[in-house]
């Protein structure tokens, strides 16, 4: 079955430094890969979108990365704040999904330090 | 303001009486979905929407009813809540139109079932 793994433990880091969070996932081929960021007690907010022909997405002080081969997208945040800390889920789609639906990973926990 | 409503955003109850929690979206998104958040398990779909009168099962249905009479409402209704239900919920939204169109998610409702 199709399976996404984001990293488990809290990710803590001091600010200024780069945040790299990863998602792995394996038994499928998703056309589309999403980056949310979740805070908490609220629902996901929408951060970016790669698709699969695209090697990175920049948006601001995030970089994403997908790498089909290695099935594995990863999360960049440069110059990392305080005000950056939350939970960040990524969220795939695939042309083979029924009801257009995301599968998401359950988040990884970033903690960003004064 | 484009947004997704639900409501309402804490719920107590007891085993077995019904509910419903109200979701409302102002940017004629065509395409309505239910979650689930337990902590361990990630964002979990209970029931999508395509269009109006048009739903379908996600991969958590059991004990769950929705509707779609109209584009902008798409209700969540427990029958017979049970213990196991206790959880975070998030009604979300997206065009159609763009399969890859990122979810915009409500504020979440944090049932309680006694």
């Known amino acids: 079955s199709q399976k996404i793994e984001q990293n488990s433990e809290a990710l803590n880091i001091q600010e200024g430094k780069t945040a790299t969070l990863t998602c792995n996932y394996t038994n499928y081929s998703p056309a589309y890969l999403q980056w949310y960021r979740q805070d908490p007690g609220r629902g996901p907010v929408f951060l970016l979108l790669?698709?699969?022909?695209?090697k990175e997405k920049r948006k601001e002080r995030l970089k994403v990365t997908f790498d089909t081969t290695l099935k594995q997208s990863l999360f960049h945040i440069t110059a990392s704040q305080p005000a950056d800390s939350a939970t960040y889920l990524c969220a795939l789609d695939s042309y083979y999904n029924q009801g257009g639906k995301l599968i998401f990973g359950q988040g990884t926990e970033l903690s960003v330090k004064p | 303001e484009a947004q997704v409503t639900q409501n309402p955003r804490y719920l107590i109850t007891v085993t077995g009486k019904k509910l419903t929690v109200t979701c409302s979206q102002n940017?004629?998104?065509?395409?309505m979905s239910w979650y689930r958040q337990d902590p361990g398990l990630g964002l979990r779909q209970i029931y999508y929407?395509?269009?109006?009168?048009?739903?379908d099962k996600g991969d958590v249905p059991e004990g769950y009813k929705v509707s779609r009479k109209e584009k902008r409402n798409f209700p969540l209704i427990l029958e017979s809540p049970s213990p196991n239900q206790t959880s975070l919920y998030f009604c979300?939204?997206?065009?159609?139109?763009?399969?890859?169109?990122?979810?915009?998610f409500g504020n979440g409702t944090r049932l309680t079932v006694t």
């Open positions: 979300a939204s997206s065009l159609l139109t763009q399969p890859h169109s990122p979810l915009h």
């Open positions: 940017m004629n998104h065509e395409y």
């Open positions: 929407s395509m269009n109006v009168e048009v739903t």
């Open positions: 790669i698709r699969e022909n695209e």
